[in-house]
Nanobody, 124 residues
């Protein structure tokens, strides 16, 4: 069982940065892979970035490579997503998710645990 709580969303202008954080609680976080999904208004959730807790292997969607960075903080038990050079297409809810195993699957149905989401709005 893993509990996830996201924070760090907000309203920013194009070109700005944000840092999202996902606080994870559970007995064996090292057995899980974590991911961030983006859900634009009126659309399905899409994979943004993922990370395996134990090996810190990472995976990114092509649309965010070079702009977003996923990382984990072992001391704080958080999975963080640094969002740089934001544009209006990045607007939407961002969800943290976890799945047991050492792969980083790209589809929401492959994840068992979800946070409540945090809203990011990019607007001039």
């Amino acid at each position: 069982q893993v509990q996830l709580v996201e924070s760090g969303g907000g309203t920013v202008q194009p070109g700005d940065s944000l840092r999202l954080s996902c606080a994870a609680a559970g007995r064996t976080l090292s057995s899980y892979a974590f991911a961030w999904f983006h859900q634009p208004p009126g659309k399905d959730r899409i994979f943004v970035a993922g990370l395996t807790w134990s090996t810190e292997m990472t995976s990114y969607a092509d649309s965010v490579k070079g702009r977003f960075t996923i990382s984990r903080d072992n001391a704080r038990n958080t999975v963080n997503l640094q969002l740089n050079n934001l544009n209006p297409k990045d607007t939407g809810a961002y969800y943290c998710a976890a799945t047991f195993g050492r792969n980083i699957p790209p589809f929401p149905r492959q994840y068992d645990y979800w946070g409540q989401g945090t809203q990011v709005t990019v607007s001039s």
